[in-house]
């Protein structure tokens, strides 16, 4: 029998990480995250990657470990707010299992993302943190460049006001029904 992975795609604090945990452990399946996974292989911050190598070389690095995560058993894989942004990550993904959109305004987003340092795409080029104008211009700019790709994904479901206890409930009836057996 091949293993089952559900993919969860969105921008940046749509939720993945934080509701990919608790999804894995409510069905019982394991949890990756596509980030963490890199920062292990590669013994660097996703940061510091990105700063060091540049987007393109970073993506090139996300597209080989997403392509390398083969898991055994049934898993979440939470990827990275921008790993859609590949036609050929898509591909793959669609190949191997189900694409779950997180969507959230741009509103929420900027809320979850005006104080964040960790965040490469919402940093100026000295590492500050973006004034409220330019966050969220680059929020708009970077969720309309990548909406072609999101509108890919098999599934897409809201985490703007939602509780995460909600989302997990929905999310597993969704699983569960695309899967018939989980």
């Known amino acids: 029998m091949l ?18 945990p608790i999804l894995s452990n ?8 596509l980030d963490e996974v890199i920062e292990s292989k590669y013994n660097f911050s996703i940061k510091k990657l990105f700063n060091e190598k540049g987007e393109d070389e970073f993506r090139a690095i996300e597209n080989k470990v997403l392509a390398e995560l083969n898991p055994k058993e049934n898993a979440i894989v939470a990827l990275g707010g921008g790993t859609m942004m590949n036609q050929k990550n898509i591909s793959l993904m669609k190949k191997k299992g189900l694409i779950v959109l997180f969507e959230s305004s741009e509103n929420e987003i900027y809320h979850r993302m005006k104080y964040k340092k960790n965040r490469p795409l919402a940093l100026d080029n000295n590492g500050n943190i973006l004034g409220e104008k330019e966050l ?16 890919q994904a098999d599934i897409k479901i809201k985490t ?3 509780r995460i206890g909600i989302t997990v409930d929905k999310l597993s009836k969704i699983i569960s029904k695309n899967f018939h057996d989980v």
């Open 3 to 20: 293993s089952k992975i559900v993919y969860l795609a969105g921008f940046m604090t749509t939720g993945k990480s934080t509701i990919g």
């Open 136 to 151: 969220r211009n680059k929020i708009k700019e970077l969720l309309q460049s990548r909406k072609k790709f999101y509108d």
């Open 26 to 33: 409510t069905l019982g399946w394991n949890f990756y995250d």
């Open 160 to 162: 703007s006001n939602e």
